[in-house]
């Protein structure tokens, strides 16, 4: 059989797992009305060592493909995100998105610190992780209710771009504490200024080079073959990243926000989709296997999940209230923070992979992630339509 | 930096390197008037260890993204591939692909065992990296002179896809002979029978089951993400294949010939063609970095180079000839069939891996497939110019 090399045999046979495994929970997922994401994770805790065994989670084709998926994620998310509304919606969504992410940070540190016996570095990273928001979800119950243009939407978009460039941001700084084996406060504004200077320098490179850009792009277009340059542009971005010391998706995220305003973005956007289709996925069900649910079922890390929860939980639904000036539910915009999703299982696996956590806390941390993306949509969905069918009756809206 | 593993950084790299040369090869090559491909086994040439040395095709990562890139090629080739098409041109097709594939063969291999001293088995292996046809190259001139639906146009795209399935079923006994180490006339009269019976068994099932497939399909689509199933699919079959003693892509290209007739395969076919763009550069650029070029330089792999080169051609040439019964240019028909392109490749790499030549000779191969690759559009185009010019004058048409 060395027609193919063994290697080569067994990635095939993992992807087929993990992509059918995520297909269909997909499925079932999207009938029970749930995120999809919580199926992949759940699937990967079905076909993780924890029970079924069929997923090797060390397979490094299988880690490539995932931290493929990653990228494309984000460059997708940063495609998305239009830097020009986030500067509209201005100071409310900074509000709601500075507390969303300090309160569940400093929370999630005292605790950690007092209650765990966390040394500053683990203290760090478990309050970052807390930090995520993840607001695919919350878009959806938006999108479901006609309320993706109301004030709690527009607050919670804001609120939600600026959340992923402080989460970048909080992820480099511990990309540099791993680094360095400490906590020092010279180095963590210094990643945050260089983290910010890579931004912004993408942002107006892409703005003032946009016509150069797009002449280059036009003279290399060979035959619709543009998602190559755009895919290599998010690699080669993603490099840059690692080699200044930032995250990789950090670099991912600037090339999205690079193209954002370009010709053609729509197209990039879709053929990007295609591998954040096939490849994400992986990355979400290999975060799921590596779960340990054995280590879940002990009073101690129930405990623990249930503190944390509460940490995150109450984290976003105190800064939904700083959107204090609005006439809008303050409620609303917390529930819609609320899910960490994709951005806090990325912060977890990059803790498990760097050794902050063992394989215990991890599976803890899954499930705070999992609770509080699966709480997050019947909330919202309760309170909008409270808030609203009150309003209705007052304003006859 | 551990916040990307070292083999995740370097499968970054190298994926950066491959595609920005394989997309500047395309874009230089698209001046030239060149296919592509040859671009890209250039651009691999240059990077590879013989020039530069910034590929590294031992890297499991790059050989696994490589094989994504064949199955997603051979996935496309089987969609593209009309059943119906191809028993409609019928015997004039059918005797131009057996011509084609019988007597390179034949020729390769009495060269090979005379005059190499080669053993059947590499005889073999030579005669069927020379009986490949790649029509890619071959429509693309065709459109250029509006001619793709000309006898000739017709008859060429018929014999190709017949081409495709002998090459398929060479390729399996091939696999069959690496793995027995013999050539034994039983196992290849079953190995073609298998292999035969496994691409017909797919085509009926296809037929017979189409309604059924479509109706679980349309169950399982969920929010247009057919492309994930579609692949999913198209790495089963390779399995399959792989499995039952076939080579991958038979599995890969009878998935795409089931979902030919489908609905959506507009759809699929173009969500494929992301991944062929993305990940089947990696396989020509690394095929081409494999080619060791000091050993080109002697006297005798010169000699061998031409010879072979010589077979390729008149095995080709004579072939259109098969077309006698047909009003068109038997001349034509034989350019048309000569460039190996990337089926040719994927035989010589499958050769490199499972040892049945060395650096050198793969070296030869790769050149032989270069040069008819080279040679065939500009014969092509003159012979049709000079056909349908004299038959303008006749016909008036």
Redesign the interface.
Known sequence: ?????K???E???Q??II??G??FA??VF?KLKQP?VLGELFVGLLLGSSVLGLIDINN??V??IA?LGVIALLFEVGIESRVSELLRTGFSSLLVALIGVILPLLLAMIYGIYFLEFDTVKAFFLGSVLTATSVGLTVRVLQELDKVNSTEGKIILGAAVTDDVLGLIL?SI??DI??TGSVVLGNIAMITALALAFLIASVLIGRFLEDKILRVVK??K??R?F???A??FA??M??IA?EI?L??IVGAFAAGLILESKEHVEKIWE?TH??T??FA?VFFVTAGAAVNLESLFNLENIILIVVLTIIACIGKIVSGFGAFREKASKLAIGYGMMPRGEVGLIFAQ?GL???LVGEAFYSVLVSVIMITTFLAPPLLKAELEKFYGKNKKKSGK
Chains 1, 2 share one sequence.
């Not at 059989?1 to 090399?5: F, L, P």
């Open positions: 059989m060395a027609a193919v090399e290697f080569v045999l990635g095939i046979i992807l087929i992509l059918a995520a297909k997909g499925f999207e999809k490094e084709i880690i490539f931290n992820l511990l990309v791993e680094r003279m290399l060979v035959k073959t998602i190559v340059a895919f290599i690699l080669f993603s490099f690692i010391g995250a990789a053929k295609v591998l289709q096939l996925p990059f992979t760097a050794g």
